[in-house]
């Protein structure tokens, strides 16, 4: 990514951060005796419990380094570096393989820190610094293009203040020319704005609402803001019984108990079908994903069968199978509760770039037993992995450390799930159609275009013509019906694109 690019502190100063207890990592950070680093022997790993806990600079890489080594699922692909030679970061950021996915994209992609402490906030609450409002980049080089793809409720950026919708377009922030300025001082004022640092901050953005003729200015003041990771559930009528609809945008602690209310809302509504919109979730907790799905199908297609298998590398043996989940696993919700179902034959899925790794899941897992999955957006993330985070020394690490595949063994999705009927480059085909991301229409609107697609895919079993992918380069304004799959990216941080053991 050039420095010119709107991603730069959004996305790679995440990479850098330290803090306290992870909270429910793989296995903690109790110390065993204190060793002394020795001399680099290419080759002989130490355990790691040797330096675990131990905080200098070298003894945290020697930890780093045969943690690795012994959970990495590509650790034999890894070059073994003397960590005397490495600052932490650097030496995590080279902990990983270089090998490439057969379209070109790097295997592991998705190698990172956080923060300890702001890690549990993050996971457990969804209590994170911000406005509320969630920025789709549709163009990252100047010129930019920056919309809002949606907000969350009770938020500076949903406050009649504020009252910014999906659609509306940044035009300058804090004074700077949020599209042309590409002078290293206005880049970084553009991130610090729209990426505030902190509660407490103030900013302020002239923006375009979606069909609006001319700019206003809004200024907002970042808050703790409590993410509602699902959103809009309703009932669409239509000539042959309700659809349900539901936005789900990350499978963090609290979605177990908006999930159960959705699914109650929708089961009494007595819909036929569902329509599942996992565009912008980046994944979570793999067991929120399995209760989601035996949500989704019921106890007759799940009963016994396999969620996901987890497979390590080759020095451990693959873990017991994580079962389609029919009660509650105890994240916001007691444990042991019966969940409800839908008992669904098929369910139509939303997604887009940043439809990933836990959401993967909910998709691949339903299709290993038989449920219908039809895909209506663009080409998923294609992340068949995932990873228990790791506390050290006040840093979380995140190092892939398993590969998850369904009932029947599939899981080679590195390249994404693509509608059927996708141009260019595809990933794993599922029936459904291509249709690009629509800025016009709020989300959950009928005649939203992905929406509208599974309508009438459900009604008739055709695609309007493709739309998901365009020519690099191609610009679309907000005020047209859609935008081009190539000129979009939802800023989430790398927690939040993931599927994790607990």
């Not at 950021?93 to 998705?110: C, E, H, I, M, V």
């Not at 509660?199 to 206003?216: L, Q, Y």
């Not at 043996?317 to 034959?345: D, K």
Request: charged letters at 15%; glycine letters at 10%; hydrophobic letters at 40%.
């Amino acid at each position: 990514m050039r420095a010119s690019t709107i991603l730069l502190a959004a996305l790679f100063a995440l990479s850098a951060c330290g803090g306290g207890d992870s909270g429910g990592g793989s296995g903690g950070s109790s110390p065993a005796a204190p060793v002394s680093a020795t001399a680099w022997t290419p080759g002989v790993f130490m355990p790691a419990a040797n330096f675990a806990g131990q905080c200098t600079t070298l003894n945290e890489n020697n930890w780093l380094r045969s943690w690795s080594n012994d959970l990495y699922l590509w650790y034999d692909e890894v070059v073994d570096r003397d960590p005397s030679l490495f600052t932490t970061p650097a030496y995590f950021d080279l902990l990983k393989t270089t090998a490439t996915t057969p379209s070109g994209n790097p295997k592991d992609r998705f190698h990172f820190t956080y923060d300890t402490a702001s890690w549990v906030a993050l996971s457990q609450s969804g209590v994170s610094a911000g406005y509320g409002v969630e920025w789709a980049l549709l163009a990252a080089s100047a010129p930019r293009h920056i919309v809002v793809a949606y907000t969350e409720p009770n938020s500076p950026a949903s406050a009649a203040a504020a009252n910014l919708a999906r659609g509306a377009e940044v035009l300058a922030v804090d004074g700077v020319d949020a599209i042309n300025d590409n002078t290293r001082a206005g880049v970084a004022a553009i991130n610090a704005g729209l990426f505030p640092a902190a509660s407490g901050e103030t900013h302020t953005f002239t923006v375009r609402d979606a069909g609006a003729s001319g700019p206003r200015t809004v200024t907002m003041q970042s808050a703790n803001v409590t993410e509602t990771p699902v959103q809009n559930v309703a009932t669409i009528a239509t000539a042959s019984g309700g659809v349900g609809y539901m936005l789900f945008n990350d499978h963090i602690a609290t979605a177990e108990s908006g999930l159960i209310d959705a699914v109650n809302t929708l089961r009494a509504a007595n819909i036929s079908d569902l329509v599942l919109d996992l565009r912008y979730n980046g994944g979570g907790y793999l067991d929120i994903a399995s209760e989601l799905a035996f949500m989704i199908a019921g106890s007759g297609r799940t009963a016994g069968r396999t969620f996901e298998q987890i497979v390590l590398n080759r020095k451990h043996p693959a873990l017991a199978p994580v079962p389609f989940h029919a009660i509650t696993q105890g994240f916001s919700v007691s444990s042991g509760r019966a969940l409800p179902a839908l008992n669904l034959p098929r369910v139509f899925v939303l997604t887009g770039p940043g439809t990933c790794s836990a959401s993967e899941s909910v998709m691949n897992s339903l299709r290993g037993v038989g449920v219908d999955v039809i895909q209506i957006g663009s080409t998923t993330c294609g992340k068949p992995y995932g990873f228990s985070p790791q506390d050290n020394c006040g840093t979380t690490y995140f190092s892939i450390q398993f590969k998850g595949v369904n009932a029947l063994g599939f899981g080679d999705y590195t390249d994404g799930f693509s509608p059927s009927n996708t141009t260019g480059v595809m990933g794993s085909p599922v029936p459904g159609c291509s249709v690009a991301d629509d800025f016009a229409h709020a989300l959950g609107d009928p005649a939203e275009a992905r929406l509208a697609a599974a309508l009438g895919y459900r009604a008739s079993s055709s695609c309007p013509a493709p739309s998901g992918f365009a020519a690099p380069g191609a610009k679309s304004s907000v005020q047209s019906t859609v935008i081009p799959q190539a000129e979009r990216l939802v800023v989430k941080p790398p927690w939040r694109e993931n599927r994790m053991l607990r």
